[in-house]
């Protein structure tokens, strides 16, 4: 799966701009400028996806093959599904036996073959309630969850580290021997005790930033591959 180059497949013409009219702000106003330009939106809404996003998750498999043997997989901060729409395509998920759970505590259309539930991650009933939708133990937990802004760069970092540590011993817990980890992380650097954690319980443990992630973005992605099992002492 290639990224948009060279221009767009939607026929759209990019440049777009949006007339100054009433009260909306400039940067509101170069926000969805640069939304409407973005091939990858353009490119998304073409191909039925609900989000740019999925493109991030078709390029890092590209690159790092994280869907391939996938049976099971469960998705965290999975709204509006873009992820969860190519984790039902890659499962063969269906409705009668949903192999996709999703979590978020915004709301989400339904997607075909996805066991959504509405609830915050860090419920402690959360958990179990993936596991028992999904029939079983992953092979690949996703996590694009990223904590509320607030204005405030570090707090921010903070935050969103946050879930990223919870979804990475999630993972440790559920996952199938040879499974995968993806999650959201920012640029800034993750913390040390995670990488130690996830580099004694995967092969490999690298960060990504997938060319559909906006270069002025300071996301970027945790990826562990190759679940050999938790560490004894976590046991």
């Known amino acids: ?24 702000k400039a940067s509101s106003r170069r926000w969805l400028e640069r939304h409407i330009n973005d091939p990858y939106v353009q490119r998304a809404q073409l191909e039925g996806y609900r989000s740019r ?12 093959g994280i869907l391939s043997g996938a049976r099971r997989i469960v998705d965290l901060g999975s709204a509006p599904g873009g992820w969860s729409q190519i984790a039902a395509r890659v499962t063969g998920s269906t409705d009668a ?4 759970a999703a979590i978020d505590f915004l709301e989400m259309d339904p997607v075909p073959g996805v066991a959504f539930l ?12 993936l596991i028992e939708a999904c029939g079983g133990a992953p092979d690949l937990v996703l996590s694009d969850m990223a904590a509320p802004t607030t204005g405030h760069r570090r707090t921010d970092h903070l935050r969103t580290m946050h879930l990223c540590e919870v979804a990475a011993y999630f ?18 650097g993750t913390e040390a005790a995670l990488l130690t954690m996830l580099k004694r319980s995967f092969t490999s ?14 996301e970027m992605y ?14």
């Open 171 to 188: 993972a440790v817990d559920v996952l199938n021997t040879g499974g995968h980890f993806l999650a959201k992380t920012f640029q800034g």
């Open 97 to 100: 036996a949903p192999k996709v």
């Open 205 to 218: 443990v690298i960060h990504v930033k997938p060319p559909a992630s906006r270069a002025e973005s300071v």
């Open 118 to 129: 509405q609830m915050d991650f860090l419920d402690d009933a959360a958990p179990s309630a």
């Open 53 to 64: 996003a999925a493109f991030k998750l078709l390029e890092i498999d590209q690159k790092h």
């Open 222 to 235: 945790l990826l562990a591959k190759g679940f050999k099992g938790k560490p004894a002492d976590d046991a």
């Open 1 to 24: 799966m290639k990224g948009p180059t060279g221009g767009n497949r939607t026929g759209r013409k990019l440049g777009q701009k949006i007339r100054k009219r009433g009260k909306i």
